[in-house]
Nanobody, 126 residues
C-alpha cells in the first residue's frame, strides 16, 4: 500500500487549493478513504471521508468549505479546499480506512490499513 499526497502550498485566507492522493498497491475502488490533518502542536483530526460509492462525510470544521471526491479509474483521492482559514494550516494526509464514521461534528476511523505518507503542507497566512 502506498499513498502519495500532493497539492499543498501557501495560500491567503479565503483562498483555495486542491489536494491529490495517488494510491497504489490495493484495490482503490473498494476502499473507504479519508483525509486527515495535523496542525502544529495538535493531534490528528480525521475527515472528511468517502466510501466506495461516493458517499462523503464531513467534520463540522470543514463542512461547506471542503469537498472530498475520488476517481476510481485513476486510483486518486482529491480534496478541494475553499474559503481557507488560518486554522486550516496543517499537514494533510490521506488514509485507507477499514471504515470510518462521523458523529457530533467529528469524524473517526475504525482503523487504518495504510502507512502514513509524506503528507502535503497547507499553510494559510496573509
Amino acid at each position: 500500500v502506498q499513498l502519495v499526497e500532493s497539492g499543498g502550498g501557501l495560500v491567503q485566507p479565503g483562498g483555495s487549493l486542491r489536494l491529490s492522493c495517488a494510491a497504489s498497491g490495493f484495490t482503490f475502488d473498494s476502499a473507504p478513504m479519508s483525509w486527515v490533518r495535523q496542525a502544529p502542536g495538535k493531534g490528528l483530526e480525521w475527515g472528511p471521508g468517502i466510501y466506495r460509492g461516493g458517499d462523503a462525510y464531513y467534520a463540522s470544521s470543514v463542512k461547506g468549505r471542503f469537498t472530498i471526491t475520488r476517481d476510481n479509474a485513476k486510483s486518486t483521492l482529491y480534496l478541494q479546499l475553499n474559503s481557507l482559514k488560518t486554522d486550516d494550516t496543517a499537514m494533510y494526509y490521506c488514509a485507507k480506512d477499514q471504515a470510518f464514521y462521523c458523529s457530533g461534528g467529528r469524524c473517526y476511523t475504525y482503523g487504518v490499513d495504510s502507512p502514513r505518507g509524506q503528507g502535503t503542507q497547507v499553510t494559510v497566512s496573509s
